[in-house]
């Protein structure tokens, strides 16, 4: 989001802030959090290519 959007947004009552803010999320909570959408993503490619051929 640009400064001038973001501006006009608190400017009328709307906070902008991060995804762990909003949540009240802890370090160790994000970086859990980013582990396993890591491993899900690599998983997922693997996945595509375990797929037998017939």
Request: glycine share 8%; aromatic share 6%; charged share 35%.
């Amino acid at each position: 989001m640009d400064a001038e959007k973001r501006q006009r947004l608190e400017m009328t009552g709307w906070k902008a802030g991060t995804v762990e803010e909003f949540l009240g999320l802890s370090p160790q909570e994000i970086a859990s959090i980013e582990t396993r959408l890591k491993k899900s993503k690599g998983d997922h490619a693997k996945s595509n290519y375990d797929i037998p051929r017939t």
